[in-house]
């Protein structure tokens, strides 16, 4: 008898996080320019807005293809690796990603959301997934899927500056965490020499 894996308590909380903002507070592009003068600087978001804005989605259509890849992958994580790992990756990454925004010189200053975060469990996630299964067709396939897929959902198209911090977040978060513990109970005891 094999022991069923355990429930994906961070993948349902991520899920149940998306949805709730989204019925909240609906989607956004960008940062609101509204009532600014002409040659006045908007307002900056504050630390509690990016972290917030890991969840929010420019449109529907970007919620969907979100949720569409986070779930796989966010649940192959948290059975690789563990959902703690998992979770705070996907806040860590779309905080450093809508951080990076802020401070490249781009116009508008997009929200990148949850774009940003779902990029960093998806860095992690492939690497995750060659060291267990030595395979690369299947994560080149679907992180390619990934970004084209946003480029169409998104509306104002991919934040780069934010996807690259997000992705050195999600690499940075799988090479500093311990081997998987299934490879780990896999591998037979070093004999005595």
Do not use: C, K
């Amino acid at each position: 008898m094999t022991a069923r894996a355990p429930w994906p308590w961070a993948t349902t909380v991520l899920v149940v996080a998306h949805v709730a903002v989204y019925f909240a507070t609906g989607t956004t592009a960008d940062y609101s320019q509204s009532g600014i003068a002409d040659g006045e600087d908007p307002p900056l978001p504050s630390i509690g807005q990016l972290t917030f804005d890991v969840f929010r989605h420019p449109s529907t259509a970007a919620m969907i293809v979100t949720l569409a890849f986070l779930v796989p992958v966010a649940i192959a994580l948290e059975r690789a690796l563990n959902a703690v790992a998992a979770g705070a990756t996907y806040v860590v990454s779309g905080f450093s990603a809508g951080l990076v925004e802020l401070i490249a010189p781009v116009e508008p200053l997009v929200v990148v959301g949850a774009f940003g975060a779902t990029t960093g469990l998806l860095a992690m996630w492939l690497v995750t997934h060659w060291r267990l299964h030595r395979d690369a067709a299947l994560p080149a396939a679907i992180v390619l899927g990934w970004f084209l897929l946003n480029e169409h959902a998104r509306t104002a198209g991919i934040p780069w500056p934010g996807t690259v911090a997000a992705t050195v977040v999600g690499l940075y978060a799988v090479g500093v965490l311990p081997p998987s513990r299934t490879a780990v109970r896999d591998t037979p005891p070093a004999g005595r020499g």
